[in-house]
């Protein structure tokens, strides 16, 4: 079966699910593969449960006879076609986001602002790999007038291809850091991954929206058609703006070019996240969103999923950022939480993972930055802070903590909770 055809089966059941226990009636399951499970042998459960057709990529699993079994080649590429095909029915005009930091809190910020004028579809949580990509894309609906899609990396080679898949019209990478070592093998790998989007946009015409004082960015957007933001030392930026405090929530200003002085309290934590709220501003000013709106989208966005929050216990005011971690956004992380006006401070942080070969250093790193930033306790969460040299309290593993915890809970702290998803510190807030 080619594209043409799984398509206009796709239009009469334009809602596909690949996982064999979530079956909306009159979905389409596409058995894929991971490390641990073959989707073929639950294909037959799919329809079972309510799938009108299974799409397979082994043979053997066909009930002889029965044409609900679609069989192909490959079904994950089957599905990122059929996601392209999609995309290029409709026609949408499609801001695809990428970047080490921020790239969730960005998108989220975008879908604000642009939803202020336009039916925006937009990258539900992080569903923003090979899989996830194109299963926001086949979201798309005919009413919808504009999408922001997040595309992550972990390997070079990654947003190439979900660049092919996606064919943004336009693009913003929010920043290049130390994340994912281990499969990009060096900052410069990181470097030339994200810059996999712009290749795709100098090829194609499209426009970037960039942070005109980002040098690591800057050097690789020659030939693009840039709209620029940043600080007022930006030359020709379009939207600049800055910190006004973050005490504990970041308020900022911003303007377009010549334009008037807007002020905006926000409910977000970290000064960081400034760039951020300019990009928003960018994007919106560039799609004819009217400042007013821009300031009421951006100043009524509440994070969540773990992601730069502020959670008030009866026992201590907590700042939960425990969604992800590396290098760069940990530096960022402490040294806003450092320079915050708070009583007691208290930090637990957790590894950081995909480091590869200079995981050790990276983790002592941190661990000097704590030595001499007065915080009034620091907890350590993992291995690779178990192995640094530091004065801290260290824990193999977050069930350490939250027996810790449950012994004697500290009180009465402002405590900053960060570090990899996978060391599960998300659990934390609750008990704190």
């Keep these: 079966m080619n594209i043409t055809e799984l398509y206009s089966i796709f239009r009469r059941h334009p809602e596909v699910t690949t996982d064999s226990r979530d079956c909306p009636q009159g979905s389409v399951f596409f058995a ?163 810059g996999e989007l712009y290749d795709y946009l100098r090829a194609h015409g499209g426009t970037v929206f960039i942070n005109g004082g980002d040098t690591n960015l800057t050097a690789i957007a020659g030939g693009l058609n840039l709209v620029k933001y940043g600080t007022d030392n930006v030359e020709g930026a379009e939207v600049t703006g800055g910190v006004t405090v973050c005490d504990p929530y970041l308020n900022f200003w911003w303007h377009t070019a010549g334009g008037t002085r807007h002020d905006v309290k926000t409910h977000i934590i970290g000064s960081y996240n400034v760039m951020n709220m300019l990009a928003a501003a960018c994007v919106g000013i560039s799609f004819g969103v009217t400042p007013g709106q821009i300031d009421r989208a951006l100043g009524g966005y509440v994070p969540k999923n773990n992601r730069s929050e502020l959670e008030v216990t009866p026992h201590n005011s907590l700042i939960i950022d425990a969604y992800n971690a590396n290098p760069t956004s940990m530096n960022a992380a402490l040294t806003n939480f450092r320079d915050m006006k708070a009583g007691r401070k208290m930090a637990i942080l957790g590894d950081m993972g995909e480091l590869g070969a200079v995981s050790h250093d990276e983790h002592q790193h941190v661990a000097d930055f704590l030595k001499n930033a007065g915080f009034d306790d620091v907890w350590l969460v993992g291995k690779e802070f178990g192995a640094t040299d530091c004065p801290f309290r260290k824990f193999d593993n977050v069930e350490e903590v939250k027996q810790a915890i449950a012994d004697k809970r500290p009180e009465g702290f402002c405590i900053l909770i960060k570090g990899s998803n996978s060391v599960g510190l998300f659990r934390l807030p609750p008990l704190l």
Excluded: W
């Design 32 to 194: 894929l593969k991971g490390a641990s499970f073959d989707g073929n042998a639950f294909a037959k459960n799919a329809l079972e449960r309510g799938c009108a057709f299974a799409v397979i990529d082994e043979e053997q699993y066909a009930e002889p006879g029965d044409s609900r079994y679609i069989v192909v080649d490959d079904c994950l590429k089957t599905l990122q076609q059929l996601a392209n095909h999609h995309r290029r029915t409709l026609g949408t005009k499609i801001i695809g986001i990428t970047g080490t930091n921020g790239k969730t809190t960005t998108k989220e910020l975008l879908a604000a602002v642009l939803g202020e004028k336009y039916n925006v579809l937009y990258t539900q949580g992080n569903f923003n790999n090979d899989i996830g990509v194109p299963k926001t894309l086949l979201r798309l609906k005919a009413e919808h007038e504009i999408a922001v899609v997040e595309m992550g990396a972990s390997h070079p080679g990654d947003i190439k291809t979900l660049t092919d898949i996606v064919e943004p019209d336009c693009g913003l990478i929010t920043n290049v850091g130390k994340a994912h070592l281990q499969g990009f093998g060096s900052f410069e790998g990181v470097v030339r991954t994200k």
